[in-house]
């Protein structure tokens, strides 16, 4: 265990010896976009962050950002569970803006959701947030306004325990992955409405087919074509935004910019990961280096060694590594859609840099994540039927395959909204994530978590089910078919009321759902030790549950957190109204 | 005069400021008068050419302009369909040959589909009438873009319109399209040329590459068949039955 001086103390040791080696890298040598921004803290717990239009470079272009204190991302906010902080926020924007403190429970008042917690921060003026920290880990924050998330407003969160971690580590490095665009992402999301695989050049072509027919047959390839154009559903259909218009960031740098991140061999390192990105979920690793997952959304989970892991819009995972040798490691952020990646260097030295991994082929949906019923048949039945799936790969054996079957659809198919429905719903919680199936290595999954400790074992009093629904061809996304706009009322959780939100995916897409001021607690096996999670990436025709006690009074939002599928309507209110049953 | 628009700003501020504490927005419950969290309705604009063609055969060559767009949301939009064919040399020849403007109401139905109503109005040296339209137009299974119209025209005549195209990917950017046209009538029009049954029937082939998604030159193939009395009425005006050209023209879209 070391206490939280010893790791800032090696956090400025390494600064100390950056800047004696006088090998500073491009983006601490100021100019524009430097990052870490200026210093939040101007007092014991009182932190100013100023919202700003500035210029950046990224891999030498020059763009435009939303910045916080200058930077992109913004400034590392480092509180100490149980201080009250003080957050005096400037809005230096011509338009409305707002920071949301993303997987904190805090006053619904001070969560940052304009037209939800308060009415924003108008141009020109300054909302101060004041609020007890009463929880540690790793976090983010967000601008919740418009999307100018998208344009650079969102920076890494740190809270240090009271109580020292339950893990051991020498040194911490805080690593924000996110997607920059230079264009305007009201124009792109335009475009995406006219044609929704607009930036996808991805699709399968007729070179496909024929190599499909030499692969499997005609007739097989033939069957795999009808069955994708009946439903008018593309397979490659991964990211709506794609590597094609992104620049992907690592601490935002572009991957010539190499952010480097600094060891001494024999060190256990912390990385603090953080998906800040707006659309694009990561397969994170570092080649050579196993990851000992030790926090997941910021609290503590049994440790768990993995070489990758999938990391969802908006979810922060904490690692160990102990890079033993005296060389350069490639931290290598690929796009889920494999369109493009973030990289960055674990190093002993400054000006190191290793191998880049090549982009892995991009991965194809399957029948399974259509929710289509296979009749039953068995995945040998599938594989001699032709029906073996792009991306599913189950002849190597390597992979156990889809989860099981848990439930079937109702007749409700929610309206034009909607594109089909997970006709057959599974539990996916085993699986690795879309195209890590069969990578020959291990990859994370939601069953690995384990809380360390248990948290409240009430039974569930309720059932919440919410659909998340979406119409790809329109571009519009929703829960249960309805648009926020077109819903009558805020979701009821009532005050104290331990409830069950079971989510089922009728999409063919993963979604990050994010629930604000209440944890999630995954029901993924462990008993009396789910794991807690603000944001809970739901696979496609995948029906899960969470149980959530209500015990945060107020409005709070609940949405999608891939920006454009909320702004286009995958979003709820949940208003924790008075209850007069029993409190926990 | 004064103390009048005093009483009246008062009131005004009094009824605005109590609506303000008295409304909610029903999908938040936060007071009305904060900005909804998102705006999932806003209202896009569709401009596109589709085709914007030289057609080459027998003669001169004609220029073809094949038009659509939309201004609206999700679901409720109003669609403006033009095409317009030329004949001559360049513009130098007979000129305009045959144009129609239509302008539509557009009701999403189903996930794939829009309802339309509106009218149409012919326009060019010949006839000109105008027709009542009832259509349906998107994406049918197999990835087949349709716009299927019926037009009854103030002569009362009823014509019927199916146009089908489909997207085949060489590559990411070079696409092959082929496109059907049918015409159907439910009578014969001779003042129009159109005979009953199906009266046209126009196959054609564009291959395009997309320097932009919505930049896209192409070439390609067309040939158009007159069937039943539609060609009796054509041959009896001098024009052939059956008309093959070459196409050049580009699809743009913003």
């Known amino acids: 265990m070391i206490s939280r001086r010893q790791v800032l103390g090696s956090a400025s040791a390494g600064a100390a010896l950056l800047a004696l080696e006088g090998l500073l890298p491009a983006w601490a040598r100021g100019g524009p976009g430097v990052w870490p921004p200026a210093d939040p803290r101007s007092g014991a717990h009182e932190f100013d962050l100023e919202i700003a239009r500035t210029p950046i470079m990224v891999d030498g272009r020059r763009g435009s950002a939303v910045t916080l204190n200058g930077g992109v991302p913004g400034p590392i906010m480092r509180f100490r569970e149980g201080e009250t902080v003080t957050i005096r926020v400037r809005n230096r924007l011509d338009e409305p803006s707002s920071i949301h403190w993303h997987g904190i429970l805090l006053p619904f008042e001070m969560d940052g959701v304009p037209g939800v917690s308060f009415p924003g921060i108008p141009p020109g003026e300054t909302f101060t947030y004041r609020y007890p920290v009463r929880q540690s880990g790793t976090y983010w924050y967000h601008s919740h306004t418009g999307l100018q998330e998208q344009l650079g407003q969102y920076g890494p969160m740190i809270i240090d325990p009271a109580e020292p971690d339950p893990f051991a580590y020498d040194r911490e490095h805080v690593i924000v992955l996110s997607d920059w665009m230079f264009a305007n992402p009201y124009r792109v999301l335009a475009k995406l409405k006219k044609q929704s695989d607009y930036l996808n050049y991805q699709q399968r072509t007729l070179g496909d087919f024929f190599r499909d027919v030499s692969a499997k047959g005609f007739a097989a390839t033939w069957k795999d074509r009808l069955a994708w154009g009946r439903m008018r559903m593309s397979p490659a259909d991964i990211a709506d935004v794609t590597g094609h218009i992104y620049t992907y960031l690592l601490n935002g740098q572009g991957p010539q910019g190499n952010w480097t991140a600094l060891f001494k061999p024999g060190e256990r390192v912390r990385l603090r990961i953080i998906n800040a990105a707006t659309m694009s979920y990561f397969n994170f690793r570092i080649p050579g280096l196993p990851m000992t997952v030790v926090q997941a959304d910021g609290q503590n989970v049994k440790p768990v060694t993995v070489d990758e892991m999938q990391i969802a819009v908006a979810e922060t995972y904490d690692v160990i590594v102990t890079p033993d040798e005296d060389r350069a490691f490639t931290i290598f952020a690929e796009s889920m859609d494999r369109s493009g990646y973030a990289r960055g260097t674990l190093a002993p030295r400054p000006g190191m840099s290793a191998p880049v991994t090549a982009l892995r082929p991009p991965p194809r949906r399957t029948m399974i994540d259509m929710g289509m019923d296979m009749g039953g048949m068995k995945m040998g039945g599938m594989k001699m039927d032709g029906m073996k799936m792009d991306g599913m790969k189950m002849d190597s054996g390597a992979m156990a395959g889809p989860g099981p079957i848990v439930a079937r659809h109702s007749p409700d198919h929610h309206g034009p909204g909607a594109v089909g429905i997970a006709e057959v719903q599974r539990n996916r919680l085993g699986e690795p994530g879309t195209g890590l199936e069969d990578v020959g290595h291990r990859v994370l999954v939601y069953t690995d978590l384990k809380a360390l400790v248990p948290y409240n074992q009430r039974a569930p009093q309720r059932e919440v089910e919410l659909h998340l629904t979406g119409n790809m061809e329109r571009y519009m996304w929703s829960f249960d078919g309805k648009k926020f706009s077109e819903v009558k009322s805020p979701i009821p959780f009532h005050y104290g009321e331990r409830l069950r939100l079971i989510l089922v995916n009728d999409t063919m897409m993963e979604h990050p759902i994010h629930l604000h001021g209440m944890w999630m607690e995954l029901e993924n096996g462990h008993g009396n030790y789910l794991p807690r999670k603000h944001t809970i990436s739901v696979k496609p025709a995948e029906r899960l549950s969470l149980l959530i006690t209500a015990d945060a009074p107020g409005r709070w939002a609940f949405h999608c957190h891939l920006l454009l599928h909320m702004d286009m309507g995958m979003f709820r209110v949940v208003e924790v109204t008075p209850y007069e049953g029993e409190l926990s | ?254």
């Open chain 2, 1 to 254: 005069m004064n103390a009048r628009i005093i009483f009246l700003a008062v009131v005004a501020i009094f009824l605005g400021s109590g609506a303000a504490i008295a409304q909610e927005y029903p999908p938040s419950g936060a007071p009305a008068a904060w900005s909804p969290p998102i705006d999932d309705s806003r209202t896009y604009t569709f401009v596109q050419v589709d085709r914007s063609e030289l057609r080459f055969g027998k003669g001169d060559p004609r220029y073809l302009l094949d038009s659509q767009g939309w201004i609206g949301t999700d679901a409720n939009k109003l669609w403006v369909k033009a095409e317009a064919e030329a004949e001559g040399q360049f513009g130098a020849g007979r000129g305009l040959e045959q144009a129609e403007v239509q302008g539509l109401y557009s009701r999403m139905v189903t996930s794939f589909f829009d309802f339309q109503a509106g009218i149409r109005q012919d326009v060019g040296p010949g006839p000109s009438p105008t027709y009542a339209v009832i259509g349906l137009q998107g994406l049918a299974p197999y990835w087949f873009e349709v716009d299927s119209a019926l037009f009854l025209s103030d002569d009362g005549d009823l014509t019927a319109r199916v146009e089908v195209e489909y997207d085949l990917l060489f590559t990411q950017r070079l696409i092959g399209q082929p496109r059907l046209e049918v015409n159907l009538a439910a009578q014969d029009v001779p003042k129009l040329g159109i005979g009953a049954g199906l009266s046209t029937l126009e196959l054609g082939f564009r291959l395009r590459y997309e320097f932009r998604r919505e930049v896209a030159p192409y070439i390609g193939v067309s040939w158009e068949q007159a069937l039943g009395d539609t060609a009796d009425f054509r041959r009896a005006a001098g024009e052939r039955a059956s008309v093959t050209s070459f196409l050049v023209g580009i699809r743009l879209w913003f």
